[in-house]
Each structure stands twice: as structure tokens, then as C-alpha cells.
């Protein structure tokens, strides 16, 4: 009988030891999100027009946040479909933002043949390594994320991102 107990014991507290490694060990990547997320926030970024653009204004609201570059093949392909997406939420709390990893020049020029109207911010090669800190360890373009209204990272992608991939990560945040 005192055996039984004393093997209760144990299991018991090797389980209390496993749930605790767990949850310090999952709640790390979500502290590295978070600070990840609150630096996106923090940043500063001219628009196309040379005008300093806080990303802190959208705070409040579902972020779409997209990592791109004129020179991407799929952020090329991509961007007309984040157009049209933009304008299916844009009454509905989600703000739709392009960071470019380019140059303002042609950025501009890329944007006079392709028409966008959600804000593009340029944030040249630096933009790099926010997207990294954001999760994009092979910091490869395009790079989507989603933020919350609370300010969490809800989503991210890298590679070409589909509407239906859109719709599907924003679905639960609406």
C-alpha cells in the first residue's frame, strides 16, 4: 500500500514538473511574439509620400501587416488580391499595411503601375529584420502576419498568401 502511494507520489509530481516545463517553455515564444508585436507598433516609417508614419495609429484594429518587395515575383502576383481584400474589411476594424524592402523610388514606381490604397511604408532593408523578430527566421518575401486588436500575433505566413488564407486568419478576429 505504502509503495502504491509513494509511485502516486512520484507520477503525480513528475506530471506537475512536465505541465510546468510546458507551459514556461510555450509561454516564451508567445513573451518573444508579444515584444516582436509591440516593436511593430513602435516603428516608424515614411509612406510613399515622405511622410513619417506610425504604425501605432492602427492599434486598436486587426493589423495586416505584408512584408514586401517590387523586385518579389509573389508579392508582385499578391498584392492585387491584398487590394481587393482591403476593401472587403476595411469597414470592419482591419487595416491593411505593406512594408516595402526597397527603396521610396520604386516603390513609387511599382505603385503607379499597380494601384494600391492601403498605406505602403518604406522601410528599405532594415524592414528585414523586423519581419525576422515578427517570425520570418529565412527573412524570404512576401511575409504576411496578423495582429490582433489586443496586439498579439494571430497569424503569420510566408510565401504568396491566398484571399482564402486572408479570410480564414482574419475570420476569428471579426
Known amino acids: 500500500m505504502a509503495k502504491r502511494i509513494v509511485i502516486l507520489v512520484i507520477l503525480a509530481l513528475a506530471g506537475l514538473a512536465a505541465g510546468f516545463w510546458f507551459g514556461h517553455r510555450n509561454a516564451q515564444p508567445t513573451d518573444a511574439q508579444d515584444a516582436a508585436v509591440a516593436q511593430l507598433l513602435a516603428t516608424r516609417l515614411p509612406d510613399l509620400s515622405g511622410h ?9 484594429k486587426t493589423l495586416v501587416v505584408n512584408f514586401w518587395a517590387p523586385w518579389c515575383g509573389p508579392c508582385v502576383e499578391e498584392m492585387p488580391d491584398l487590394q481587393s481584400l482591403s476593401n472587403e474589411f476595411g469597414g470592419k476594424n482591419v487595416q491593411f499595411v505593406g512594408i516595402g524592402i526597397d527603396s521610396a523610388q520604386n516603390m513609387i514606381a511599382f505603385e503607379q503601375k499597380v494601384k494600391v490604397t492601403y498605406p505602403l511604408l518604406v522601410a528599405g532593408f532594415a524592414g528585414t529584420d523586423l519581419a525576422r523578430a515578427l517570425g520570418n527566421k529565412a527573412g524570404a518575401l512576401p511575409f504576411t502576419v496578423v495582429v490582433d486588436p489586443q496586439g498579439h500575433l494571430h497569424y503569420q505566413k510566408l510565401g504568396r498568401i491566398t484571399s482564402d488564407e ?8 471579426i
Open 166 to 173: 486572408v479570410r480564414a486568419a482574419l475570420k476569428p478576429l
Open 52 to 60: 513619417e508614419q506610425a504604425v501605432s495609429q492602427w492599434r486598436g
